[in-house]
């Protein structure tokens, strides 16, 4: 059974910084990654790492966040600079096994004030 378990969201002023974690369990993971939702959106691609390292990240974050994971711990890590406002939303944990299977997590909201 698989199990994502997410922390380190919050509310932070403009400019400011989070760092996102979602441990995993119950398989191994090719590829993990972040996605967000802010109200009245559709969910986005925050960004994703495979278990090579490999990393993939959504235009408006680029140069702003950093996707990382510990294999060992099957931990993503997403640590978020110069925040802005339209960062606002909700963070999705997201998971995939076999490039088939993918797993969302709860959510954990951020909230980045002007």
């Known amino acids: 059974q698989v199990q994502l378990v997410e922390s380190g969201g919050g509310l932070v002023q403009a400019g400011g910084s989070l760092r996102l974690s979602c441990a995993a369990s119950g398989s191994s993971f090719n590829v993990m990654g972040w996605y967000r939702q802010a109200p009245g959106k559709q969910r986005d691609l925050v960004a994703t790492i495979t278990n090579a390292g490999n990393t993939n990240y959504g235009d408006s974050v680029k140069g702003r966040f950093t996707i990382s994971r510990d294999n060992a711990k099957n931990t993503v890590y997403l640590q978020m600079n110069s925040l802005k406002p339209e960062d606002t939303a909700v963070y999705y944990c997201?998971?995939?096994?076999?490039?088939?299977?993918?797993?969302w997590g709860q959510g954990t909201q951020v909230t980045v004030s002007s």
């Open positions: 997201n998971v995939v096994i076999g490039f088939i299977k993918t797993y």
